[in-house]
């Protein structure tokens, strides 16, 4: 089998699945990747092959990398081959990273220097739900009840919907930019100049607002999110109920905000000042 007929078919496979474009494109990109180092084709790829490959590109790459890379050509070969290469490769530990999470002033800072309007818009409403940015750039019109306050994330990550809250600081802005797409005719809440948002105009405008803001630490889309979920634990709402905010299935996910929280720390009081109290 030629590598492109390897490539469509795999392709085929993970749309039957229905995973999502994120992890097609990063699935066949893998795979590509392996199949152009090797210049073999893909019945003549062996284990040592790939252990090769790892060796060559991956030894500084994060876990997060490594394990990705294994599960695309897992997936690949199980699929279109009905054999597993990866079966004897030993996967690193995933890092437990602490996030970088902005405060709340830092948050206020970054979005008053945004100038533009929609885009003061975009990254408040980034914030405000705790949304990804890819559920931002495809989130449309009819997703968003403003006489309740509610919107809607539509097949998100891991294909689940969820709802999510509007602030009422945001009602009005919305209002105005759901008038103006639907002036155009657009369907999508937020589009780009003559053509769908992307996820990379949403980077560059974070990215701006973070430098003009002075902000020193690293900030992008998912920044924010962080710093969504962060506040909340700190304003005293239940881990159980920012995990459904968040979407995330597995309450394990959202634990790691509770070892960031700096503000719960500080209100943590050590037993021994209770011991010279009078």
Do not use: W
């Not at 085929?12 to 590509?32: A, G, M």
């Not at 997936?75 to 290469?85: I, Q």
């Not at 403003?146 to 709802?163: N, P, S, T, W």
């Not at 008038?179 to 948002?197: C, H, I, R």
Request: charged share 30%; net charge positive; proline share 2%.
């Amino acid at each position: 089998m030629e590598k492109i007929e390897f490539l469509r078919k795999l392709e085929v496979e993970l749309k039957i699945i229905k995973y999502s474009p994120h992890t097609l494109k990063n699935y066949i990109k893998s795979n590509k990747k392996l199949l152009e180092f090797t210049k073999k084709d893909p019945e003549e790829i062996t284990t040592d092959d790939i252990k090769t490959y790892m060796a060559e590109y991956l030894s500084n790459k994060a876990s997060s990398s490594i394990i990705l890379f294994l599960a695309s050509l897992k997936f690949a070969y199980k699929n279109v081959l009905n054999k597993d290469l990866t079966l004897n490769i030993n996967r690193p530990k995933k890092e437990k990273k602490i996030p970088v999470v902005l405060t709340k002033e830092e948050v206020k800072r970054l979005i008053d220097s945004i100038e533009n309007k929609k885009s003061k818009l975009m990254v408040s409403l980034m914030y405000a739900a705790g949304l990804r940015v890819s559920e931002l750039v495809n989130l449309k019109i009819n997703a968003l009840n403003l006489d309740e306050a509610i919107g809607l994330v539509f097949q998100g990550k891991g294909r689940k919907d969820r709802d999510f809250r509007l602030p009422s600081f945001l009602i009005n802005d919305l209002k105005e930019q759901i008038e103006n797409q639907k002036k155009v005719k657009e369907d999508y809440l937020f589009t780009g100049y003559n053509s769908k948002l992307t996820t990379r105009n949403l980077q560059k405008i974070v990215n701006k607002a973070a430098i003009n803001a002075g902000i020193k630490k690293s900030v992008h889309c998912h920044t924010l999110r962080h710093s969504y979920a962060t506040h909340l634990l700190e304003n005293g709402t239940d881990i159980r109920i920012i995990q459904e905010l968040l979407g995330h299935s597995d309450l394990n996910t959202t634990q790691i905000y509770s070892h960031i929280s700096k503000e719960q720390i500080k209100k943590v009081k050590s037993p021994f000042d209770s011991l010279y109290e009078k």
